[in-house]
T-cell receptor, first 115, second 111 residues
Framework: DTEVTQTPKHLVMGMTNKKSLKCEQH?????MYWYKQKAKKPPELMFV???????INESVPSRFSPECPNSSLLNLHLHALQPEDSALYLC??????????????FGEGSWLTVV | GENVEQHPSTLSVQEGDSAVIKCTYS??????FPWYKQELGKRPQLIID?????GEKKDQRIAVTLNKTAKHFSLHITETQPEDSAVYFC??????????FGRGTSLIVHP
């Protein structure tokens, strides 16, 4: 089962709010990702956790704060966002290893609107 | 780093026609090439992938070809149907386990 679940599916927040996006996978994957996607554009990598440790931060503004409580969970904490941060936020996971093939499986995404 | 070019950006076909989307990559270390389909309002979903030790792979109406020498790979969809309408993304990975995505192709299949 290639299932990555994300909550909430839709989120509207003001620029002074603090909110969190949540992601869960039970495939035993050791890498988890946050991507940001604008309409008809490719997913844009934000963060990568490998074995529960942050391995890549693609120069993301500090108003986005990732957290990996355990190997199955990934959160993205949001604070003081701007309207241009409105987008689809995709969580993803992949199995690492020399024979992994690096297939990335995406969750259904969280649609974020900043007002 | 890897650079993936994808063409065309938009492809319009009649139902029943074939559709071909082409991608080129720059890093000769890349060895894994997935294709994702993203329907409007939904997540990207893996539809087919190919590794560098094979030249072609088929799955029903979908096929992918890989030319390692020329560093390009293509997605072929035969007998297109309206439900094939979506944005298709190619990707390449290998040197880094993080895939690099192409810019996407919006495929429109007219009934």
């Amino acid at each position: 089962d290639t299932e990555v679940t994300q909550t909430p599916k839709h989120l509207v927040m003001g620029m002074t709010n603090k909110k969190s996006l949540k992601c869960e996978q039970h495939m035993g994957h050791r890498a988890m990702y946050w991507y940001k996607q604008k309409a008809k554009k490719p997913p844009e990598l934000m963060f990568v956790y490998s074995y529960e440790k942050l391995s890549i931060n693609e120069s993301v503004p500090s108003r986005f704060s990732p957290e990996c409580p355990n190997s199955s969970l990934l959160n993205l904490h949001l604070h003081a966002l701007q309207p241009e941060d409105s987008a689809l936020y995709l969580c993803a996971s992949s199995q690492q290893g020399p024979s992994s093939g690096n297939t990335i499986y995406f969750g259904e995404g969280s649609w974020l609107t900043v007002v | 780093g890897e650079n993936v070019e994808q063409h065309p950006s938009t492809l319009s076909v009649q139902e029943g026609d074939s559709a071909v989307i082409k991608c080129t990559y720059s890093d000769s270390a890349s060895n894994y090439f997935p294709w994702y389909k993203q329907e409007l309002g939904k997540r990207p979903q893996l539809i087919i992938d190919i590794r560098s030790n094979v030249g072609e792979k088929k799955d029903q109406r979908i096929a992918v070809t890989l030319n390692k020498t020329a560093k390009h790979f293509s997605l072929h969809i035969t007998e297109t149907q309206p439900e094939d309408s979506a944005v298709y993304f190619c990707a390449a990975s290998g040197g880094s386990y993080i895939p690099t995505f192409g810019r996407g192709t919006s495929l429109i299949v007219h009934p």
